[in-house]
């Protein structure tokens, strides 16, 4: 028997399967990205310990109903006026100048009846069991941007970079440089505006 | 001298594609890596609500706890009511400390201590069943959390 030669394979078709199998992983892929706003709880007191006591012009009351209506301050509130009502408490001073409270960073009305400084001004959020989530994260967010903005308009002063870019950068490694310079940059300005949000239980609902 | 004269270039050399089938390949094998085929079977609708004042979700040290009413499917023998998920099944509240003690077990033990929880919570779930699962976290001392949201804000619609 005469040997014959193998003939060669076609390998034109093999761009296809690839090409077939290339656009099946692309519709299937879902690249995750997950992010979300952090939050830090509050760990378990023990109940001996007396609450400590706020001021009521240090407080700022955000109340939300089961049907996701806001009550900030007493006062029926649009979602969208959240933002600058926050900003507005927080940024206040009211500590006159010269007393140990006095906040020299703040830019606001430094009225008598509203916050004595960031540091003490504390954001209380009291949500109905029937709130819906999506406004329970609204409202946590518009507070979240109240802090950011404030913390942003610092660090601009400052050191002449955004708080929550730097932030970021720091986060995913894309920052080259000192990072433990950074890192204490970032805490100088957090302590200039210290987050301070506390949820209350929330009240059971029909109450 | 007609040893000199070019070749008439009358018309355009075909591209030459002997070189595709690699480049194709070389994406094939990135996506391929890439994808992640759906590790946890969602039992509860999952709709996420949107929020833009974001941190990033750092994947080794975290627990998911997804929480929502039961998917269309599961509505029959579940109910309309808010349920948890932790792993591949629904887990009543009493039994989220257990629940989560165990998906904890499965990080790494260097990252144990700083495991974050990651809350996956369906944007028309009641805020009731969210407090529920903060203070058991409370207990368990478990005090980072992180709620996933999607990108947006509920604002602008």
Redo the contacts between chains.
């Keep these: 028997m005469a040997r014959r030669a193998t003939p060669e394979v076609n390998?034109g078709s093999?761009?296809d399967i690839?090409?077939l199998?290339?656009i099946f992983?692309?519709v299937?892929?879902?690249?995750?990205?997950?992010?979300?706003?952090?939050?830090?709880?509050?760990?378990?007191e023990p109940p001996t310990e007396t609450p400590p006591l706020i001021k009521e012009k240090n407080l700022f009351i955000v109340n939300v109903n089961k049907s996701d209506q806001l009550l900030v301050e007493d006062e029926l509130m649009d979602?969208?006026d959240l933002r600058a009502a926050a900003i507005e408490f927080l940024d206040n001073g009211g500590a006159p100048a010269g007393s140990p409270e006095h906040c020299p960073h703040c830019k606001g009305r430094r009225s008598t009846s509203s916050s004595d400084n960031p540091d003490k001004a504390v954001i209380s959020v009291q949500?109905?069991?029937?709130?819906?989530?999506?406004?329970?994260?609204?409202v946590?967010?518009e507070l979240?941007?109240a802090y950011?903005f404030l913390r942003n308009r610092e660090s601009e002063r400052l050191y002449g970079w955004e708080f929550?870019e730097m932030?970021?950068n720091l986060?995913?490694g894309n920052f080259s440089g000192n990072e433990d310079a950074l890192q204490s940059k970032l805490e100088n300005i957090q302590k200039l505006f210290p987050l301070k949000l506390s949820?209350a239980?929330?009240k059971k609902?029909g109450l | 001298m007609s040893k000199f004269t070019k070749k008439k270039s009358g018309e355009l050399p075909a591209v030459n594609?002997a070189s595709?089938?690699d480049i194709?390949?070389m994406?094939?094998f990135f996506?391929?890596v890439?994808?992640?085929?759906r590790n946890n079977n969602l039992l509860v609708v999952n709709q996420m609500?949107?929020?833009?004042?974001?941190?990033?979700?750092q994947?080794d040290r975290s627990v998911y706890i997804f929480a929502g009413k039961p998917s269309a499917r599961y509505q029959d023998k579940y109910g309309k009511e808010g349920k948890i998920q932790i792993g591949d099944k629904y887990t009543d509240i009493t039994n989220l400390k257990f629940a989560l003690e165990e998906a904890r077990r499965k990080l790494r033990p260097e990252l144990q201590d700083k495991v974050?929880v990651?809350?996956k919570?369906?944007?028309?779930?009641?805020?009731?069943l969210?407090?529920d699962i903060?203070q058991e976290?409370?207990?368990l001392?478990m005090?980072?959390?992180?709620?996933?949201?999607a990108?947006g804000?509920?604002?602008d619609r």
Aim: glycine share 2%; hydrophobic share 40%; charged share 25%.
């Design positions: 390998a093999m761009a690839a090409f199998l290339l992983f692309l299937t892929t879902t690249i995750e990205k997950d992010k979300g706003i952090a939050r830090q709880l509050p760990p378990i979602l969208k949500n109905d069991r029937l709130t819906s989530y999506k406004m329970y994260i609204s946590q967010n979240v941007a950011n929550t932030k970021k986060d995913e949820e239980e929330p609902s | 594609t595709l089938p194709v390949f994406l094939l996506f391929m890439v994808t992640v085929l609500p949107k929020a833009d004042q974001v941190e990033k979700l994947k974050m990651a809350l919570v369906d944007k028309n779930t009641n805020t009731g969210v407090s903060k976290l409370r207990e001392n005090l980072k959390l992180i709620y996933i949201t990108q804000n509920e604002l």
